[in-house]
């Protein structure tokens, strides 16, 4: 086994870009979506969370309290825009292209052809399913960020195995 496999730290990809996190302050590829926070443009308190389903870009948006956004009817809403464009800032667009199976017929992928490419096929409005689990990560992810920086272990990550034996 190598050192790698053997490890407990898992390796962090760096973003394709730097990106600021105002305006959708988390986004991720996991559980076979594009999904994440995207705050409102109207309301500071107000945030929303959306989703592209990879193959077939079925989309959710709704406020954390699961209210439907009024722009996500019948095509994407700026906020699924704005998803798209971060993760592409975030994974580079060839990885969120080939992460939703869009096949793209321009040559240089971008965010707004792989949003056009999507919208191209007409999705169908998904049920938002996912809002709850993807709010309760992002909530995780801010908790992370009060802590003071430390070398020593959290608690709550306990459970990985060390990396070598102690003396």
Avoid at 82 to 103: I, K, M, S
Wanted: charged share 20%.
């Amino acid at each position: 086994m190598s050192d790698w496999e053997r490890s407990s730290t898992a390796r962090v990809i760096p973003p394709a870009r730097p990106r600021k996190l105002a305006k959708v302050p988390f986004v991720e590829l996991a559980d076979g979506r594009l999904q994440g926070v995207v705050s409102s443009g109207s309301d500071i308190e107000r945030v929303y969370v959306s989703s592209v389903t990879a193959g077939t870009y079925a989309y959710a948006c709704s406020t954390n309290n699961n209210r439907p956004c009024g722009g996500a009817r019948g095509g994407f809403c700026n906020h699924i825009r704005a998803l798209v464009t971060e993760a592409v800032l975030q994974y580079g667009a060839e990885r969120v292209a080939r992460y939703l199976r869009v096949e793209g017929s321009a040559e240089e992928t971008t965010a707004a052809g792989i949003t056009a490419d999507m919208a191209g096929t007409r999705p169908q409005q998904g049920d938002g399913g996912a809002a709850a689990p993807v709010f309760s990560r992002f909530l995780r992810h801010l908790a992370y960020l009060e802590l003071a920086p430390t070398t020593g272990p959290l608690p709550e990550m306990q459970w990985f195995p060390p990396t070598r034996a102690v003396a």
